[in-house]
């Protein structure tokens, strides 16, 4: 790594990695491919390539479980891109390779040699035939394959028709075992469709795009047209049309339905009822025609009045369509309308872009009137409206013009028609006040993922800041304040664990704590202080509310809110990560509100580790830096820390430390307390062989762990040692740390990961980069690896290490701290060559 200046360079740090991973692929150096790819695919920035490039290292390195995961994720990222396509199409499961095929057979500009791997497994796959056309130069052209040993019929529909006895072409470039093809030239005019038929029997058709017949003239007018589109699902059309006709009368409205070729004869049957009894007007398509061809027949016959355009699998309460009509006049340039919903894309809630399961019908309406409680006749502007339910004012409308057409099947369409409103002039809004529920569709099966890619490519050519424009929406996130509003009116019913964190080390532990528990167990809600702007927010679990809730904890009336808020919970109790940058009202507070239980996540508020000794001449002496070393508790600050957790503890509080390290400090310290017992780590024996590769833990960026690191680094340099030192997390300064050029920072890294994420680095032992916290994190990892660790141990030998195990002392500063570990690793590395040696003379 040391001749690799751009790998420290910020400015093209991206690419220097994807370069390096490709040269090392290239060389079968698969560990270290591995290792420059990882840490591109963990910068927040990583596209399906990236991914492709670390799935392909990681399966040279061994690594099948890493290499399939990344290739599944490549393909869901982009399952338009040739390269994604041939790597599934040679390496992934058959589900995976199914949708690779078609995504590549529907390509028309598809490389001869990918649609031969894809029509190979679309055949082993049991299809008989397939027919691919297109016009060009005023000729149908295009090909035809079969499996060998049948012998087809070109049927051309027209009139009259003409059928063709295909013949295989002997030298066709997609003939391959088992597979027969021919190319094929039409005369399109008059042309509706050709047929393969085997033996009687229709294998492959094609048509032309169809086009939407002229709709019938509406039976009346209305101020307000509610157009909805319908395919499948009949429950959820059914609930939606029921709950949109339910409020027709208070607007004026009339329900367009435009069945979209429904193959569902029940649904079916019951919009003809409806249609008959005067209830809707229905149109049907006579093929599929997709959501904006759909939405436009519809708005072919709605003269006048305002347009709602409504998914068939919406849930709108009581009184919305009245409301967004109303809201529809708060200023004249306001054009478009979407409310929040549970799976509203942008105006999501609780948690914007994420998708939360569909509320009961009752709970819909509950949340719609919470929502006109909390922001009345709020409206915020958007990039974009949200097509799920998208009011269209007439006067935008008939500015704009129909939805375009130029995204097939569906998705983007809803986005181009608001931009080219905002080119109008109009605005686009959230109406914060009205709610309304969205299951989501599931329409397009497999086929989704590949038209969002391929609709978003057109899209970005079309309006290419539009992806700029949203990503800096959602990073101010303007509707959090309404979201909030909401929440604050709503309290969940559900039982929650109130777990009570500052920002930094503790609300990691803390988060990692939530997300430990069980399903039937009370669900967790943190409470992250942020002492710089002494904020305090509330967050549930993932879905779960509350997502948007913030205090000022500044003045009193903050205080007094959150305590109000937490009142009304069901709390089954409290854990305090306790940290002196708590402000003292809340630590005041929360005996008040259940059952207090004293977290015990590091030792930095029992023991001060010593400053950083950078000039230290005595390397060789083992014991502690005269400048450096302190003594559990010798100063005030620490004292004072020490007698908080005292009279805490005294007052009955439960201490539970995270691990056996701070399980032995607080018995020590408090023997009359309550200490729970830590997680049990299960004894094991450290693999022998060692000394190449040293993981380091860095779970939080901290300065000891960035300054560990580097004197780590520079021992080793020192010495001529060939080991590797990897950070598995982030450091205050990822360039600064690699800057040596022995030491790789992977970027952030989830803890479920980790066991994986050691082994693919190829690990061989493991340390901290904290003296004070995360024993338990490496004391579970090194178990689940079986890998030896270096630690700093507290305890003065009264805690077992493993003979092949480095216990260090935690008063030794970082450079004396650095030789004894570079001592060990060489010691290890010895051993391990020695054996070698051994074995080879035996």
């Known amino acids: ?16 990695l994807a370069r390096l991973a490709a040269e090392r692929l290239r060389r079968g150096d698969f560990a270290s491919a591995f290792r420059f790819a990882d840490r591109r695919c963990r910068l927040g920035a990583a596209d399906a390539l990236d991914f492709l490039l670390r799935s392909e290292s990681a399966r040279g390195a061994g690594l099948e479980a890493l290499a399939r995961a990344d290739l599944v994720r490549a393909l869901d990222l982009d399952p338009t891109h040739r390269a994604v396509l041939r790597f599934v199409l040679q390496w992934g499961h058959r589900d995976e390779k199914l949708i690779a095929a078609r995504a590549a057979i529907d390509d028309p500009a598809c490389g001869l040699d990918l649609l031969r791997l894809a029509l190979a497994e679309v055949f082993a796959e049991g ?20 499996r060998a040993g049948e012998a087809p019929d070109l049927l051309e529909r027209r009139d009259p028709c003409a059928t063709t006895l295909l013949a295989p072409a002997p030298q066709h470039p997609l003939r391959q075992e088992g597979v027969e093809a021919v190319d094929l030239s039409l005369d399109p005019e008059g042309i509706a469709g050709v047929t393969l038929r085997c033996y009687g029997r229709d294998v492959a058709s094609w048509e032309p795009a169809p086009e939407a017949p002229a709709a019938a003239r509406a039976t009346q007018s209305a101020r307000l047209w509610v157009i909805v589109p319908v395919y499948e699902d009949f429950a959820a059309t059914r609930a939606c049309l029921t709950a949109a006709m339910a409020q027709l009368d208070e607007v004026g409205g009339r329900v367009v339905v435009v069945d979209d070729a429904s193959p569902n004869a029940a649904l079916s049957g019951w919009l003809d009822i409806n249609a008959a009894s005067g209830r809707l007007e229905l149109i049907r398509n006579p093929e599929n025609l997709g959501f904006a061809a759909s939405v436009n027949r519809a708005l072919s016959i709605c003269d006048g009045g305002d347009v709602i355009l409504l998914n068939a699998d919406a849930l709108p309460p009581r009184g919305v369509f009245a409301r967004l009509a109303a809201l529809s006049r708060a200023a004249p340039d306001v054009g478009a309308l979407t409310p929040l919903s549970n ?38 502007d958007l990039p974009n409206g949200i097509g799920f339910c998208l009011y269209i004012t007439r006067a935008c409308l008939d500015a704009v013009g129909p939805l375009p057409e130029v995204y097939g099947r569906g998705y983007y369409e809803d986005v181009e028609f608001c931009l080219r409103a905002r080119e109008k002039g109009f605005r686009t809004v959230c109406a914060a006040g009205v709610y309304v529920g969205h299951a989501g569709s599931l329409s397009f099966g497999a086929e989704k993922r590949r038209l969002v890619v391929r609709n978003m490519q057109a899209l970005r050519s079309r309006f290419p800041g539009h992806e700029a424009e949203c990503a800096a929406f959602l990073r ?27 920002l930094g080390a503790d609300a990691a532990d803390a988060e990692a704590e939530a997300a430990g528990f069980a399903a039937d167990a009370p669900a967790p809600l943190i409470c992250r202080y942020d002492p710089q702007r002494r904020l305090a927010t509330l967050r549930g679990p993932a879905g779960v509310s509350p997502q948007s809730l913030e205090f000022d904890l500044s003045e009193p009336r903050g205080f007094d809110a959150l305590g109000k808020w937490l009142v009304r919970l069901r709390l089954t109790g409290i854990t305090l990560f306790f940290s002196h940058a708590l402000p003292a009202p809340l630590l005041a507070m929360l005996p008040r509100l259940g059952e207090l239980e004293l977290a015990i996540a590091g030792l930095e508020w029992f ?118 030192l990897v950070v598995f997390g982030a450091c205050l300064d990822d360039f600064a740390a690699m800057a040596p050029g022995n030491v790789l920072v992977t970027g952030p890294v989830e803890e479920a990961q980790l066991p994986d994420l050691v082994a693919a680095h190829g690990v061989t032992e493991l340390m901290s980069g904290s003296r004070t916290r995360h024993f338990g994190r490496l004391d579970a990892l090194a178990a689940a690896c079986r890998l030896p660790r270096a630690s700093f141990d507290w305890s003065s030998g009264a805690l077992p290490f493993h003979s092949a195990e480095l216990a260090l002392d935690p008063r030794l500063c970082d450079r004396k701290t650095a030789e004894r570990v570079a001592d060990w690793l060489a010691a290890r590395r010895a051993m391990d060559s020695e054996a070698r040696a051994r074995n080879e003379s035996a």
Do not use: K
Request: hydrophobic share 45%; proline share 10%.
């Open 1 to 16: 790594m040391n001749d690799e200046p751009l790998l420290i360079d910020g400015g093209g740090h991206d690419e220097a």
């Open 127 to 146: 299809t008989q035939a397939i027919l691919r056309l297109q016009t060009i130069a005023g000729r149908l052209t295009g090909w035809a394959a079969w």
């Open 343 to 380: 799976n509203g894309e942008t105006c999501s809630f609780p948690i914007p872009n994420a998708c939360s399961p569909l509320p009961a019908e009752r709970e819909v309406a509950r949340l719609d009137a919470l929502a006109r409680q909390a922001n009345g006749d709020l409206l915020i």
């Open 476 to 502: 101010a996130d303007p509707l959090n304040r309404a979201r909030a509003a909401l929440e604050r009116l709503d309290a969940p019913l559900r039982p929650f664990r109130l777990i009570v964190a500052a």
């Open 607 to 724: 023991a001060r580790p010593p400053r950083p000794e950078r000039t230290c001449q005595h390397l060789a002496d083992a014991q502690p830096c005269p400048a450096c070393a302190h003594a559990l508790s010798d100063c005030p600050d620490t004292a004072q820390r020490l007698r908080f957790w005292q009279e805490a503890a005294g007052a009955g509080a439960t201490l539970r430390p995270l691990d056996q390290m701070t399980a032995y400090v607080a018995r020590r310290l408090f023997p009359q307390a309550r200490v729970l017992s830590p997680p049990d780590v299960a004894a094991f024996a450290p693999q022998a062989e060692g000394g190449r590769v040293l993981g380091l833990l860095s779970p939080q960026p901290e300065a000891g762990a960035d300054a560990l690191a580097l004197a780590l680094a520079h021992a080793l340099r020192r010495r001529g040692d060939p080991a590797l």
